[in-house]
């Protein structure tokens, strides 16, 4: 029997949504405390190491959260392969940030990190809940501020 778009939106809704988070908490502090004691350009290769791994990291900390990305045994859900697309259109922004970063170094952390968020706000709405778009507007005026 095939489930429609709203009972699995119910489902995916109903998820614990840490492990992602996490990883990103680890991997942007990482990036932020190893910046004080490094070079510019050690600065720019842990940045770009530390945002890619994110992902991994996720993956890795799922297991621990019970939420197991790689679980094959769970019903698919569309909602996952909607937000797989959202992580996908964040890192497209890395064709901006790149190109910004080699006019102005400076500019990595504001690019990446504000464009990389964005995919945050559609989460939001897939689960009917403020927690996306306060990740999002937090995390770009923190950005911006620091």
């Known amino acids: 029997m095939k489930r429609t778009l709203d009972l699995q939106r119910q489902e995916y809704s109903q998820r614990v949504f840490l492990a ?3 990883a990103g908490i680890l991997a942007w502090t990482l990036v932020g405390v190893t910046s004080f004691f490094v070079s ?3 600065r720019v290769w842990i940045l770009f190491i530390g945002t ?3 992902v991994y990291l996720g993956i890795m900390i799922s297991k621990f959260t019970g939420e197991n990305f790689l679980d094959k045994t769970r019903p698919k859900n569309e909602f996952d392969r909607l937000f797989l697309f959202t992580v996908f259109q964040s890192l497209l922004s890395y064709g901006i940030a790149i190109p ?3 006019e102005d170094s400076n500019s990595l952390p504001v690019s990446i990190g504000i464009l990389t968020g964005s995919m945050w706000i559609p ?4 689960i009917g809940h403020w927690v996306g778009l306060f ?3 937090f995390r770009t005026a923190g950005i911006l501020v620091l």
């Open 20 to 22: 992602t988070p996490l």
């Open 40 to 42: 510019e350009l050690w």
């Open 52 to 54: 890619g791994s994110i």
């Open 100 to 102: 910004y970063f080699l």
């Open 123 to 126: 989460f939001s709405w897939i």
């Open 135 to 137: 990740h999002a507007f």
